[in-house]
């Protein structure tokens, strides 16, 4: 078994007399900044006067933001939490010039340094601390006592004590309560990219629509195979989620986990995890990487066209419609909750 570091195992004084500028107030910046404020660490915000979230900080937060520059200049550690595409504009204009030699650069998803698009000189520590759930989770679980799993990797340890500076940061999200788990920034990117390509989110919605076309184009009603392709999925995850494969095996009936057990292999069968292997090895060898910042630099286009025939499935359709209905929803885990997956690590920023 890995081991697991928990509350016992972290050096709060690691971050002792520091100055934490965290850069980026989105999804995760936000629940970042306002849990490290109330861990009693000195955190400032770096943010474009002119930004969005600037507003929403200074007025609804009670935060004093500095523009990035200046935020860099005081900080001894400073949080990357900005969109992937994003950091390496950000980190080469306003960080790489004002951190100081001994200073922190410290990431919530291992993209960039992995990729090499951000290479940070050799006086300074590099980690990561990539909490397993949405901003909005990271917060939640930290008022109510708790928190969520984090992972930690070391790229760079300038000062030598650049593992103790990121598990006291961990330990002041609240990640040690849950455990916190060490990785390397390539094992993070890559598994990461991985499970949400072939599984979270590229698999599971090829495989809702799939399943959809399947049933409408049999000539059953759409709404049917709206409830029974996707609205369901969320009843299933959940047991998964709660207690894996068992406690999912345990609530749904005989009839339903011999389908699963027979007819499952067929659906994801040695072909499906061929083409996963074929996807991972793009991982790996950075073809994914260079295709998505070459589609980034060229205006994102084939990006956005694919985006709007994906939301333009019939199963979008019916889902507004049928939802509309459903008042409980509108009592659902806020939209600020969820990760901003184009920032990638499922709203790593």
Same mark, same amino acid.
């Given at each position: 078994m890995t081991k697991m570091y928990w509350e016992a195992d972290a050096n709060a004084d690691a971050l002792k007399g520091k100055t934490i500028a965290v850069l980026g107030y989105g999804s995760q910046g936000r629940a970042h900044a306002m849990n490290l404020r109330d861990s009693g660490c000195d955190v400032v915000l770096g943010l474009r006067k002119d930004g969005k979230t600037w507003k929403q900080a200074q007025e609804e937060d009670g935060w004093t933001p500095k523009?990035?520059?200046?935020?860099?200049?005081?900080?001894d550690v400073v949080v990357i939490l900005t969109p992937d595409m994003a950091q390496p504009d950000l980190y080469n204009e306003f960080?790489?010039?004002?951190?100081?030699? !001994? =200073?922190? /650069?410290?990431?919530?998803?291992?993209?960039?340094?992995?990729?090499?698009q951000i290479q940070a000189k050799d006086t300074v520590d590099v980690v990561m601390?990539?909490?397993?759930?949405? !901003? =909005?989770? /990271?917060?939640?679980?930290?008022?109510?006592g708790f928190g969520v799993p984090c992972l930690l990797a070391v790229h760079q340890n300038a000062s030598g004590k650049a593992f103790d500076t990121a598990l006291a940061y961990a330990h002041a999200l609240g990640g040690t309560k849950a455990g916190v788990l060490e990785t390397t920034f390539a094992e993070e990117t890559e598994t990461d990219l991985f499970g949400e390509q072939a599984v979270l989110c590229g698999g599971v919605t090829e495989l809702i629509a799939a399943g959809f076309d399947t049933l409408v184009k049999a000539g059953y009603k759409p709404e049917v195979a709206y409830f029974e392709c996707l609205h369901e999925v969320k009843l299933i995850v959940d047991l998964i989620y709660e207690g894996g494969f068992a406690r999912m095996h345990e609530f749904v009936s005989d009839t339903a986990k011999y389908g699963d057990l027979t007819r499952g292999p067929r659906v994801v069968n040695d072909a499906t995890r061929k083409t996963m292997q074929t996807i991972l090895t793009e991982i790996q060898d950075g073809t994914f990487a260079k295709e998505w910042i070459a589609e980034t630099k060229a205006g994102q286009k084939n990006y956005k066209r694919l985006l709007e025939e994906d939301l333009k499935h019939p199963v979008e359709e019916v889902g507004k419609k049928l939802r509309a209905n459903m008042s409980w929803l509108n009592k659902a885990t806020p939209k600020k909750e969820y990760k901003q997956l184009a920032t990638s690590g499922k709203a790593k920023q």
């Open positions: 523009e990035p520059k200046d935020a860099v200049a005081s900080a960080v790489a010039p004002n951190l100081k030699d !001994g =200073g922190t /650069v410290l990431f919530a998803h291992g993209f960039n340094v992995h990729y090499k601390i990539a909490p397993k759930g949405p !901003g =909005g989770l /990271v917060r939640r679980t930290y008022e109510e």
